[in-house]
């Protein structure tokens, strides 16, 4: 089975300094995929970047960046110059992928999230 | 861009009501998923589907059921509406695919009370 790890329920950064979140998991699956989403006060969850589990470089989008350890099951995820905006909540979540000739329905499993609060 | 719209971003009943949660996508996804998230908890899968009329329970289905007649449009049911079911609800959408990088797309929430 699956399972997910954010150790920490809340984390205060100040704005423009970068903050770490960080994501442990656990699978006996060789391949996966795993996701960070940002849920802000407004209830919505929105996708912020992915690493999969054979890509050799750590993933990176804009301000978003993914330190992958792959041999300690980490995917944390680097917020660099912080925004106010950027205060919400953050959740990692893995999906696994079947074996070869078999059907991925897409299943994701998420942590319990951690909220981030960006002081001015 | 993916439109997932859910029906309603609060709703209030009572319990043992019947009540639907309607979710629709624009994006001709094959798959779609029911989560609940509670506080401490995540977000925890109740049902998902695969392609129309199929489904497949998740990890805390008791008390729900599911629908899905048209490839666009998923409802979760409360079958008779309970104190505990008092939650925030998100549904989601993906592809189906054999890759993993695809996301899931989700709407913005239905924050459910039960009295």
């Known amino acids: 089975a699956q399972k997910i790890t954010q150790t920490q329920p809340g984390m205060f950064v100040q704005e423009k300094e970068a903050v770490t979140l960080d994501c442990t998991y656990d699978?006996?699956?060789?391949?996966?995929?795993l996701f960070w989403y940002k849920q802000p006060s407004s209830g919505e969850m929105i996708f912020l970047i992915y690493q999969g589990s054979y890509d050799q470089q750590n993933a990176t989008e804009g301000r978003y960046s993914l330190n992958f350890q792959k041999a300690r099951k980490s995917a944390n995820l680097v917020i660099s110059a912080s925004q106010l905006g950027d205060s919400a909540m953050y959740f990692c979540?893995?999906?696994?992928?079947?074996?070869?000739?078999?059907?991925?329905?897409?299943?994701?499993?998420f942590g319990q999230g951690t909220i981030l609060t960006v002081h001015p | 861009d993916v439109k997932v719209t859910q029906s309603s971003r609060y709703l209030v009943k009572r319990t043992g009501e019947k009540v639907f949660l309607e979710c629709v996508q624009d994006?001709?996804?094959?798959?779609m998923f029911w989560y609940r998230q509670d506080p401490g908890l995540g977000l925890r899968l109740i049902y998902f589907s695969y392609d129309v009329k199929m489904k497949e329970k998740g990890d805390i289905p008791e008390g729900y059921s599911v629908s899905r007649e048209k490839k666009e449009r998923f409802s979760l049911i409360l079958e008779s509406a309970s104190t505990n079911q008092t939650s925030m609800y998100l549904c989601?959408?993906?592809?189906?695919?054999?890759?993993?990088?695809?996301?899931?797309?989700f709407g913005d929430g239905t924050r459910l009370s039960i009295l």
């Open positions: 699978t006996s699956d060789p391949s996966y995929g």
């Open positions: 979540a893995m999906r696994e992928v079947p074996n070869a000739g078999g059907t991925s329905y897409g299943k994701l499993t």
């Open positions: 989601a959408s993906s592809l189906r695919t054999a890759y993993s990088n695809q996301p899931q797309h």
């Open positions: 994006m001709d996804h094959e798959n």
